[in-house]
C-alpha cells in the first residue's frame, strides 16, 4: 500500500533533467557539452558551437538544447535564416532548436539573452541523421504550453504632472550620487547655454501636458556637430554624456511652441577618483562609457593591464595577484563596432560580457584564484574597429575555503 502511495518527485533537480537530456540525445551521432554560464537579467551572451556540430560529415541535423532551472526566463537570438524564426523564448527554462540541411548555418551565431534576475544556464548539442525526441517528449513537466494571447491593456495610464516628472528625476539622481542638479526653462524660440564640468551629466527635457512634440538638439559651437534627439512617445528626452574636460553646451528644442512649458533637468555626477588621463581626454571619455557613465565605481583601484587590439579574437593570458578582485572595461577607440565580447577566467570560474547595439563596450568583474592567473579575451566584429582594454585592482577577494 505504501509504494502504491508513493509518487514520483514533482520537480527533479537540474541535474537530473541534464541526464534525462542526454538520454534523450543518445540516439544522434555525435553529442557534447557546451558549459554553463551564470547570467544576469538583461545580459546577452553569445553561444560557440563546436566546428563538428555543423560538419556535414557527421550528421545532416544539428540541435542545440539550453537548460536552466525551471523558472527561468530567457531568449535566443539566432542567425536570420530566410522564412525560418531567428528569435525565440524560453519561459521554463528549457528550449531546444534542430535545423537540418544548409539551415544549420543559422546556429553558427547564437545568443542567449536572460530575463530572469539570475540563473545558470547549461548548453547541450547533437549531431544526427534526424531531429531527437521534442523537448515536451524528454521533459513534460518543462512543457509550458500555448501562449496565451495579449489581452486588453485598457486606457494608457494618466501622464505625470511636469513637476513629479522633474521631482522624480531629481529623486533618482540624488540616489544614485549626483554631485547637483539643476532644473532650467527651455525656451522655444531661443537655447540654454550650459557649461558642464568633468563628468558625466544626465539630461531630462520634457514638457507640459499637450505640448508638441519636440527634437532636442546638443550643440558645441560648430552646428556641423548638433546631436539631435527626438522625443519618446512621451514626449521625453533622456539623454547622458560624460566629458573629461569642460565643455560649452548650447540647448534648444526643435519643432517646439511657445504654447506649453518645457523643463531640461540636468544632472551632474563627477569623474571616478582614479580615472587615467593619461591616455588623453578622447580615451578618457570612451573609458567612462565603458565603465557605465554616471553609474561606474565612484573610486576605481591601480591600472594594472592596459592593452590595444584590433578586431578578431585576442587571448590576453595574464599574471596578477592572488585572490584579488578586479573591474576589466574594454572601449572602442576607433572604427564601427558591430559586437564585442569580454571574458575573464581565472581557473574554473569565467565571466563574460557582451556590447549591445546601444553601448559599443563591454565590462566585466572578477576575482583571481590562489595562483593569480587569468585568461582574458576580446572578440571584436566590425568595420576597421581598434580598441583597448583597461583593468583596475579593486579590492582583495574573499579567501577560498580550505
Same mark, same amino acid.
Not at 108 to 129: D, K, M, N, Y
Given at each position: 500500500?505504501?509504494?502504491?502511495?508513493?509518487?514520483?518527485?514533482?520537480?527533479?533537480?537540474?541535474?537530473?533533467?541534464?541526464?534525462?537530456?542526454?538520454?534523450?540525445?543518445?540516439?544522434?551521432?555525435?553529442?557534447?557539452?557546451?558549459?554553463?554560464?551564470?547570467?544576469?537579467?538583461?545580459?546577452?551572451?553569445?553561444?560557440?558551437?563546436?566546428?563538428?556540430?555543423?560538419?556535414?560529415?557527421?550528421?545532416?541535423?544539428?540541435?542545440?538544447?539550453?537548460?536552466?532551472?525551471?523558472?527561468?526566463?530567457?531568449?535566443?537570438?539566432?542567425?536570420?535564416?530566410?522564412?525560418?524564426?531567428?528569435?525565440?523564448?524560453?519561459?521554463?527554462?528549457?528550449?531546444?532548436?534542430?535545423?537540418?540541411?544548409?539551415?544549420?548555418?543559422?546556429?553558427?551565431?547564437?545568443?542567449?539573452?536572460?530575463?530572469?534576475?539570475?540563473?545558470?544556464?547549461?548548453?547541450?548539442?547533437?549531431?544526427?541523421?534526424?531531429?531527437?525526441?521534442?523537448?515536451?517528449?524528454?521533459?513534460?513537466?518543462?512543457?509550458?504550453?500555448?501562449?496565451?494571447?495579449?489581452?486588453?491593456?485598457?486606457?494608457?495610464?494618466?501622464?505625470?504632472?511636469?513637476?513629479?516628472?522633474?521631482?522624480?528625476?531629481?529623486?533618482?539622481?540624488?540616489?544614485?550620487?549626483?554631485?547637483?542638479?539643476?532644473?532650467?526653462?527651455?525656451?522655444?524660440?531661443?537655447?540654454?547655454?550650459?557649461?558642464?564640468?568633468?563628468?558625466?551629466?544626465?539630461?531630462?527635457?520634457?514638457?507640459?501636458?499637450?505640448?508638441?512634440?519636440?527634437?532636442?538638439?546638443?550643440?558645441?559651437?560648430?552646428?556641423?556637430?548638433?546631436?539631435? !534627439?527626438?522625443?519618446?512617445?512621451?514626449?521625453?528626452?533622456?539623454?547622458?554624456?560624460?566629458?573629461?574636460?569642460?565643455?560649452?553646451?548650447?540647448?534648444?528644442?526643435?519643432?517646439?511652441?511657445?504654447?506649453?512649458?518645457?523643463?531640461?533637468?540636468?544632472?551632474?555626477?563627477?569623474?571616478?577618483?582614479? !580615472?587615467?588621463?593619461?591616455?588623453?581626454?578622447?580615451?578618457?571619455?570612451?573609458?567612462?562609457?565603458?565603465?557605465?557613465?554616471?553609474?561606474?565605481?565612484?573610486?576605481?583601484?591601480?591600472?594594472?593591464?592596459?592593452?590595444?587590439?584590433?578586431?578578431?579574437?585576442?587571448?590576453?593570458?595574464?599574471?596578477?595577484?592572488?585572490?584579488?578582485?578586479? !573591474?576589466?572595461?574594454?572601449?572602442?577607440?576607433?572604427?564601427?563596432?558591430?559586437?564585442?565580447?569580454?571574458?575573464?577566467?581565472?581557473?574554473?570560474?569565467?565571466?563574460?560580457?557582451?556590447?549591445?547595439?546601444?553601448?559599443?563596450?563591454?565590462?566585466?568583474?572578477?576575482?583571481?584564484?590562489?595562483?593569480?592567473?587569468?585568461?582574458?579575451?576580446?572578440?571584436?566584429?566590425?568595420?576597421?574597429?581598434?580598441?583597448?582594454?583597461?583593468?583596475?585592482?579593486?579590492?582583495?577577494?574573499?579567501?577560498?575555503?580550505?
Amino acid at each position: 500500500m505504501a509504494g502504491a502511495l508513493t509518487a514520483p518527485a514533482a520537480r527533479a533537480d537540474l541535474g537530473d533533467d541534464l541526464a534525462r537530456l542526454r538520454r534523450g540525445l543518445a540516439g544522434q551521432v555525435r553529442v557534447g557539452s557546451l558549459g554553463f554560464r551564470l547570467l544576469e537579467r538583461g545580459e546577452v551572451a553569445p553561444l560557440l558551437l563546436p566546428p563538428w556540430a555543423v560538419d556535414a560529415t557527421t550528421g545532416d541535423c544539428t540541435t542545440l538544447v539550453l537548460l536552466a532551472p525551471a523558472p527561468t526566463q530567457f531568449l535566443v537570438h539566432v542567425h536570420p535564416w530566410p522564412g525560418l524564426q531567428s528569435v525565440f523564448a524560453a519561459s521554463a527554462g528549457a528550449f531546444q532548436l534542430t535545423r537540418c540541411g544548409a539551415e544549420r548555418a543559422s546556429l553558427l551565431q547564437v545568443r542567449i539573452e536572460l530575463r530572469s534576475p539570475r540563473a545558470v544556464v547549461h548548453g547541450l548539442v547533437a549531431v544526427g541523421t534526424e531531429p531527437p525526441l521534442a523537448l515536451p517528449h524528454v521533459l513534460p513537466e518543462r512543457d509550458a504550453g500555448a501562449i496565451a494571447p495579449l489581452g486588453d491593456p485598457g486606457p494608457e495610464p494618466r501622464r505625470e504632472p511636469l513637476a513629479a516628472r522633474l521631482a522624480r528625476f531629481e529623486s533618482a539622481a540624488s540616489l544614485a550620487g549626483a554631485t547637483g542638479v539643476e532644473n532650467v526653462l527651455l525656451p522655444s524660440p531661443g537655447y540654454v547655454r550650459l557649461a558642464l564640468a568633468p563628468g558625466c551629466h544626465r539630461f531630462l527635457a520634457t514638457g507640459a501636458e499637450g505640448a508638441a512634440p519636440f527634437t532636442l538638439l546638443l550643440g558645441e559651437g560648430d552646428d556641423a556637430n548638433v546631436e539631435r !534627439l527626438p522625443a519618446s512617445e512621451q514626449g521625453d528626452v533622456s539623454h547622458e554624456l560624460c566629458s573629461a574636460t569642460t565643455r560649452k553646451l548650447s540647448v534648444s528644442a526643435e519643432g517646439a511652441t511657445a504654447d506649453a512649458e518645457r523643463r531640461l533637468g540636468v544632472a551632474h555626477f563627477s569623474l571616478p577618483v582614479g !580615472l587615467p588621463g593619461r591616455f588623453g581626454p578622447e580615451v578618457a571619455e570612451q573609458l567612462l562609457d565603458a565603465l557605465g557613465q554616471s553609474r561606474a565605481p565612484r573610486r576605481l583601484g591601480s591600472l594594472v593591464v592596459t592593452a590595444l587590439g584590433a578586431q578578431g579574437r585576442t587571448p590576453l593570458p595574464r599574471a596578477l595577484l592572488p585572490q584579488t578582485c578586479y !573591474l576589466a572595461a574594454l572601449a572602442v577607440v576607433h572604427g564601427r563596432a558591430q559586437a564585442l565580447t569580454l571574458a575573464a577566467r581565472s581557473g574554473a570560474v569565467s565571466a563574460e560580457a557582451s556590447s549591445r547595439d546601444t553601448d559599443p563596450s563591454a565590462r566585466v568583474t572578477f576575482c583571481t584564484g590562489r595562483s593569480g592567473a587569468v585568461d582574458l579575451d576580446v572578440e571584436a566584429r566590425g568595420l576597421g574597429v581598434a580598441w583597448q582594454l583597461f583593468v583596475f585592482q579593486m579590492g582583495p577577494a574573499r579567501p577560498e575555503a580550505g
